[in-house]
C-alpha cells in the first residue's frame, strides 16, 4: 500500500500550477532570443517581456514602469531597503522583530553605520503597536517603515492602509513585505499609500527563482545589481523571461476569482481549527488565528509530549509536509524569532501548517488523524 501524500507547506514554496508551465513551455522551447538584442529574436522575446508587465501592471492599478523584475522576494526587499538608503536620503529604518530575515537581516546590516534602527512593539499575536509606530515617526530624519503585510510564521496581518496613511503623515516612505499576500489578496496599488511591495512567484503557483518590486513612480532610484541597463537601468541581468511569463499567468490565474479560492481555503483553516481544539488537549494557536489573519497559514503549538521533539519528523513518516516555523530557517539550530518576538513558550513544540488552492479537506482529514495517533497513544 502506498503512502498518502499530504502537501501543507505552501508558505514555503507552491507546487507549479499546470496551466502555468503550460504557458511558460513555449518560451522556453521556441522564444529564446535575448531581450536586449535588436533583431527579430530579440525583439520577440522583448515583447513577451513588455506583454508580461503590463499584465502584471493592470492586475495591480499601476503603471508597467513601476514594476522591476526581481530574483524573488529576498532580492526585492534588498533593493527596497538599501536603495531607500543610498538614494532616497534615508537616515532611519523602522521595522520590527519578526519581520522575514529579508528585511530584518538587510536592515541590521545597513544600520551598523550612520543608519538608525528602530523596532516596533509588538503584542503577543504580532500585532504592531500603531502608537508606539507614530512616536517612532516623529523624528526629523527621513524614514522608511518596513513592515510586512502577513507575517510568514503566524499570519499576522498589518492594516496597510493604516501603517501607510501614518507614514504619509509624518511623510516616510513605507514598504511591506507581501510575499505571503501577494495574489492571495486585491491590491489596488495606485490608491494604497505604499512606496515598496515586493513579489515572488512560487509562493502562488508560479515558478521560482522570479519575483518583482514595485516602485512608486515618484520615486527615483539607481541599479542594486549592475551590469546591463536592463528594467529602464535599474536592474541589471539577462531576464528571466519564462519566468516572468510563469509570473504573470499565476498571477492573473490567481486573481481570476481570489474571493472563491480565500473562501475554500479559509474553511478548510477554520475546520482543522475546530478539529484540533476538539482531538488534542491544550492544543493553542500562535498569532491571531481567529481573527484578522492570513487564510494559507495556521500556526499551531502543541501540548508538551514525549513525541514532541520529533513530531516533524513523525508528521514527514506519515508523508506530510509541514514545516516548524520559516523554511528559510529550516537549517538553523535557533528557535524562531518569530516565536521569540512574539513571547511565544518555546519549550512546546510548535507546527505551522499553510494551505494552498489544491488541498482538500480529505488532506486535512489524514493530518489530523495522524496528530491525533500521536498525541493521545
Partial sequence: MSLKKVY?????????????????????????????????FGREVRGVVETSRRKVANLLNITPGEIIFTSGGTEADNMALRCSVEDLDVTHIITSSIEHHAVIHTAEEICKDKIKLSLVKLDSLGRVD???????????????????????????LLPLEKVGKLCRKYNALFHSDTVQTMAHYKFDLQNLPVDFVTCSAHKFHGPKGIGFLYINKNLQIKPLIHGGSQERNRRGG??????????????????????????????????????????IEGVSFNGDAKGDSLYTVLSVCFPKHEKAPMLLFHLDLFGIAVSGGSACSSGSNQGSHVLLGIGADMERPTVRFSFSRYTTKEDIDYTLGKIETLFNN
Fill in 238 to 279: 539577462t531576464e528571466n523571461v519564462y519566468g516572468i511569463v510563469g509570473l504573470a499567468k499565476a498571477l492573473e490565474m490567481a486573481l481570476h476569482d481570489v474571493e472563491a479560492h480565500q473562501k475554500h481555503v479559509q474553511k478548510l483553516k477554520s475546520y482543522m481549527i475546530n478539529q484540533l481544539e476538539e482531538r
Fill in 130 to 156: 500603531l502608537n508606539h509606530l507614530e512616536e517612532l515617526l516623529q523624528t526629523d530624519q527621513k524614514t522608511l517603515v518596513s513592515l510586512m503585510h502577513a507575517n510568514n510564521e503566524i499570519g499576522t
Fill in 8 to 40: 501543507l507547506d505552501n508558505a514555503a514554496t507552491t507546487p507549479l500550477a499546470p496551466e502555468v508551465a503550460e504557458t511558460m513551455i513555449p518560451v522556453l522551447q521556441n522564444q529564446f532570443g535575448n531581450p536586449s538584442s535588436t533583431h527579430s
